[in-house]
């Protein structure tokens, strides 16, 4: 792959990844950075500094953290705090990692494709722990919290060693949670339909 695509896709797979997670992403980018293994843009240069990797650290920390807690990790989703930060944190990890590449084509594929595909990652899982709360009482949210954990780690080391493979497993996690979801809202109209068919049979019987 030339180096321009690869840089250009290395991007894009490190921000769907922080969709699943918005600081451990660039808690990873940061300390490979750090190690000299990875070349960050001119502009990022403090992506890869000691004092981000510890503030970075701090965050993804109780980012993580906050996601195992009931109600907290539903208000993160409902306050419109995730996706935004997601969406920005999509953009900065993919630009800081687009070296060579003309300005413009830049931060266009940083912010249109980085951005996108992190805020469409976070709306999904987002969605997801929505229907567990409503299914589970929050119980079946803690699963979800690992998976995204797990996730975000697999997509950031991944998209480090094969992007365009890391690119793929995100696409078939989203193509996967859009097929449960459409099951989950099947269920939720089948279930009204047939209270409201009850409901109209005991009103005719009244």
């Known amino acids: 792959m030339p180096d321009l695509a690869l840089s250009i896709v290395l991007g894009i797979a490190l921000a769907a990844a922080t969709g699943f ?14 190690t000299g293994h990875l070349q960050l843009g001119s502009s990022f240069a403090w992506l890869g500094t000691p004092s981000a990797l510890t503030m970075l650290g701090v965050a993804a920390f109780a980012e993580v953290l906050a996601y195992y ?32 590449v003309p300005p413009m ?38 699963v979800i919290a690992t998976a995204e954990l797990g996730g975000a780690l697999l997509i950031s080391l991944l998209a480090l060693v094969a992007p365009a493979a890391a690119i793929a497993l995100v696409i078939l996690f989203l193509l996967l949670a859009i097929r ?12 009204s339909s047939e209270t409201q068919r009850s409901d109209g049979a005991n009103d005719r019987s009244m």
Do not use: C, E, Y
């Not at 997670?21 to 750090?34: D, E, K, T, W």
């Not at 539903?74 to 999509?90: C, K, R």
């Not at 449960?180 to 279930?191: D, E, I, T, V």
């Open 180 to 191: 449960l979801l459409r099951r989950f809202f099947r269920g939720a109209r089948a279930s």
């Open 21 to 34: 997670r918005v600081f451990l992403p660039m808690l990873i980018v940061s300390g490979v950075a750090n």
């Open 105 to 142: 084509v830049k931060w266009t594929a940083a912010v249109v494709a980085g951005g996108g595909i992190a805020g469409l990652t976070q709306g999904v899982t987002a969605m997801l722990r929505a229907h567990s709360t409503v299914l589970t009482g929050g119980l079946g949210n803690a």
């Open 69 to 100: 807690v009931p109600v907290i990790d539903n208000l993160l989703d409902t306050l419109s705090l995730a996706t935004p930060a997601a969406l920005v944190a999509g953009t900065v990890v993919s630009a800081a990692v687009m070296t060579d």
